[in-house]
């Protein structure tokens, strides 16, 4: 699901419920209208910066350079 058919979900969702409970379909509505635009390279960057400090933490440079800092 995009982000855009999740939104157009909520806000048919609010609508709906609205009727029945105005301060969910309210809240609803305000988090639908926050919801940040992310293009793909923007996810490709994230996991990629993700995984190069997943890896960095886990090889044992950053122990060494933690030693390396404290001595």
Request: charged share 20%; hydrophobic share 50%; no cysteine.
């Amino acid at each position: 699901m995009t982000p855009d058919e999740w939104r157009t979900g909520m806000e048919h969702e609010a609508q709906t419920v609205g009727q029945v409970d105005d301060r969910w379909a309210q809240d609803t509505l305000a988090s639908a209208r926050r919801l940040p635009h992310r293009t793909v390279l923007v996810d490709v960057l994230l996991s990629a910066a993700t995984a190069g400090v997943a890896a960095f933490a886990l090889s044992g440079l950053s122990g060494a350079l933690l030693r390396l800092v404290a001595d």
